[in-house]
């Protein structure tokens, strides 16, 4: 009489089987199962399925983006965290970066959510050529990597024909406008007023 002929059985198989057992003995228990626990914004909560915990997500967001509509601070606030942005992050690239790039990023600001053309962006930079500003640019992009910066975080650029003349349009992030914006740069515009300030007091003074 030959030996009995052993089934190998794998690792996942028997992994499976135990867990379908554990869950089986936990619901004739009436144990409770929480299967998904998440923070969101520093509060902690529960979900017994995925599509319970996406569902929750999904109203938290809601209601951020309503808050967002009446209350500019916060969605200044929100703008900035999904961009990824923080004042220690924007100054590390602002005093990590060469003149030329930091006369490109005052360009940028300078337009505001307005696209500004590449040759009219090589004429503020005092640029000869759309050639020159490629190696700004290209110069701008191996910096901001240095720093962990990724260039779409800061500007995108739009390609597109007109004719037979390859046009480039740059915008500049919303995130990396809002982040300026609340660290006062550039400083040029205080500068400016603050020169005309004096200078009207002193025509006051005079009359």
């Given at each position: 009489?030959?030996?009995?002929?052993?089934?190998?059985?794998?690792t996942e198989k028997r992994l499976d089987s135990t867990l379908r057992y554990l869950y089986g003995r936990l619901i004739a228990s009436e144990a409770l199962l929480l299967a998904i626990r998440f923070t969101y914004r520093g509060q902690r909560y529960e979900a017994d399925t995925p599509e319970e915990a996406?569902?929750?997500?999904?109203?938290?967001?809601?209601?951020?983006?309503?808050?967002a509509?009446?209350?500019p601070d916060f969605a200044r606030k929100l703008l900035l965290e999904k961009?990824?942005?923080?004042?220690?992050?924007?100054?590390?690239?602002?005093n990590g970066i060469g003149e030329m790039q930091i006369k490109l990023l005052e360009a940028f600001l300078a337009s505001g959510?307005?696209?500004?053309?590449?040759?009219?962006?090589?004429?503020?930079?005092?640029?000869k050529s759309q050639v020159s500003l490629a190696g700004v640019l290209s110069g701008f992009s191996k910096q901001a990597k240095r720093?962990?910066?990724?260039t779409t975080d800061v500007f995108t650029v739009n390609t597109y024909w007109k004719g037979k003349k390859k046009e480039r349009?740059?915008?500049v992030s919303d995130g990396f406008l809002e982040v300026a914006k609340a660290n006062c740069w550039p400083f040029t515009?205080?500068?400016?007023?603050?020169?005309e300030q004096h200078a009207a007091s002193t025509m006051d003074t005079r009359k």
């Open positions: 009489m030959s030996a009995p002929q052993l089934t190998e059985i794998s996406k569902g929750l997500v999904d109203l938290l967001e809601t209601a951020e983006k309503e808050r509509k009446s209350d961009a990824g942005w923080t004042s220690d992050k924007f100054w590390g690239l602002v959510q307005y696209p500004v053309f590449a040759d009219r962006l090589a004429a503020t930079l005092g640029l720093l962990g910066v990724r349009a740059f915008i515009p205080l500068l400016k007023a603050g020169k």
